[in-house]
């Protein structure tokens, strides 16, 4: 029995770890889990557990944090390090940092449970398909193995590991997955690369058995106080014939309010009909711009205006809530083009607009396209978070910052746009990202069906963490 210990900082429930516990457990395995910012004596609770294989789960940007989280651990205990998840997929090369043992890149469960395996037994672990590793000084590099075919041969996701973080167990609002991967082909999105990455090792769009789906919802539903449930795939509409089925079923055998995630191409009148009948709470779509030459040449969303307009008068009419996922600070974007996406919103008239400013995440083909064209140092350093500002040239691109700080204020109330116009025309600062922080709350409080002093609680803990 090999003894795992996943850490992370935020406290958020990530799929991936729940996943590969589950596994790892189905099999005989130890895990556990500790979130940093809830246990400061991470250290001595690490020692005490004496782990076999120490794990995090890596995105562009945190991946700093988890540098330095594990470069602290390697001072203290050697116990072999891994890192998976969206980063160390797409630049495996991080395994040249000392602090890191191994990589895993693309889907871990089948790799993590071999590791695990192996671990135990005290056998090689240099020749596991989908891991890098060091070994005698090198680094070996192992090939992909097929993704998984059939998803429902996976073990429910451990929600265990999260039974210790009160804060998370405070808000009844749990996500499940309904497939992995995604079709469409954007450029500022990682899926394109992925598919690439997996060309001809298995369909990378791929959907659940809707029994298994509905009965893991109702055994977490028995076990925890449910109240929402998330569907946070990439596209939850993007398989219609198993979508309606899906929702007929939940309609009957659920009946708990959900959100979940679209295209507006793929919501006609049957979907929509659908949505607010089995219970939607909210959905939400990406604009990413009001620019239809942008969104479509640059960011090559495949989507016009009419027909997100089309989406937007179809959820209204059948009272389904809806948001909007907008981008500020896109490469050649203008101002004036930035004001297009505010207008367009408006005769959207979306319950939500989330609103971030564009960051040209590495690998990604528009991220290409920024360095090709002068925009973006190939060098530069990513930021760790969303919205702390943009790292592309431009000469408006502090006032395309700002104007994303007050976009969903202008959206909701068109008559503080004379005043938005003036007031980017300041600096960046703390005091725009405050009206930032306010105006994104009530999209937040109705994602995660929080009340508003739990979200406060939650706004408050993330301040400290980040």
């Known amino acids: 029995m090999a003894k795992v210990l996943f850490l992370q900082n935020m406290p958020f429930e990530y799929m991936g770890p729940m996943y590969l516990s589950a596994m790892l457990k189905a099999h005989g395995h130890q895990c556990r889990l500790y979130i940093l910012s809830e246990h400061k004596d991470?250290?001595?609770?690490?020692n005490e557990y004496d782990p076999d294989l120490i794990a995090f789960s890596t995105m562009t940007g945190p991946h700093k944090w988890v540098l330095k989280t594990a470069a602290k651990i390697k001072e203290e205990v050697e116990k072999p390090i891994i890192l998976g998840g969206p980063h160390p997929t797409f630049f495996p090369e991080i395994i040249q940092e000392p602090c890191v043992d191994m990589v895993c890149v693309g889907e871990g469960e089948y790799t993590l449970l071999e590791l695990a395996d192996k671990l135990d037994a005290g056998e090689d672990i240099s020749n596991i398909q989908n891991l890098w590793v060091k070994k005698n000084g090198q680094i070996v590099q192992n090939d992909l193995r097929p993704l998984v075919e059939d998803l429902d041969e996976l073990p429910f996701p451990d929600r265990t590991l999260y039974d210790?973080?009160?804060?998370?167990?405070?808000v009844p609002a749990m996500k499940f997955l309904t497939g992995r991967g995604c079709p469409y082909r954007c450029t500022f999105c990682f899926n394109h690369k992925f598919n690439e990455l997996y060309k001809g090792l298995g369909r990378r769009f791929r959907k659940r058995n809707i029994d298994s789906l509905i009965r893991e919802i109702n055994e977490t539903a028995d076990r925890y106080a449910l109240k929402l449930v998330r569907f946070p795939d990439d596209t939850f509409t993007g398989d219609r014939r198993w979508l309606l089925d899906f929702l007929q079923r939940y309609k009957d055998g659920i009946n708990l309010p959900y959100t979940g995630l679209a295209r507006a191409n793929e919501m006609d009148e049957e979907v929509v009909r659908m949505l607010k009948t089995s219970g939607c709470l909210n959905v939400y779509f990406g604009v990413e711009t009001?620019?239809?030459?942008?969104?479509?040449?640059?960011?090559?969303?495949?989507?016009?205006?009419?027909?997100?307009?089309?989406a937007a008068r179809l959820l209204r009419k059948h009272k389904v809530k809806f948001g909007t996922y907008n981008m500020f600070g896109l490469p050649h974007e203008t101002l004036s083009m930035a004001y297009e996406t505010i207008d367009f919103n408006r005769k959207l008239k979306p319950d939500y607009t989330i609103n971030n400013v564009f960051q040209p995440y590495p690998k990604t083909e528009i991220a290409g396209y920024a360095a090709e064209h002068g925009l973006l140092n190939p060098n530069t350093d990513y930021l760790d978070t969303m919205n702390e500002g943009s790292i592309l040239h431009g000469e408006e691109i502090d006032r395309l910052v700002n104007l994303c700080r007050f976009a969903a204020m202008g959206v909701r109330y068109p008559l503080l746009l004379p005043l938005i116009k003036v007031l980017i025309r300041f600096p960046p600062n703390r005091l725009f990202k405050m009206v930032f922080d306010l105006s994104s709350a009530p999209a937040m409080k109705s994602n995660l069906n929080l009340n508003w002093v739990n979200l406060l609680r939650w706004g408050i803990k993330l301040r400290k963490i980040t």
């Open 42 to 46: 991470y250290l001595e609770k690490m």
């Open 164 to 170: 210790d973080c009160k804060l998370l167990r405070s």
């Open 290 to 310: 009001g620019n239809e030459k942008m969104r479509n040449e640059i960011l090559k969303k495949n989507l016009t205006n009419e027909q997100i307009i089309n």
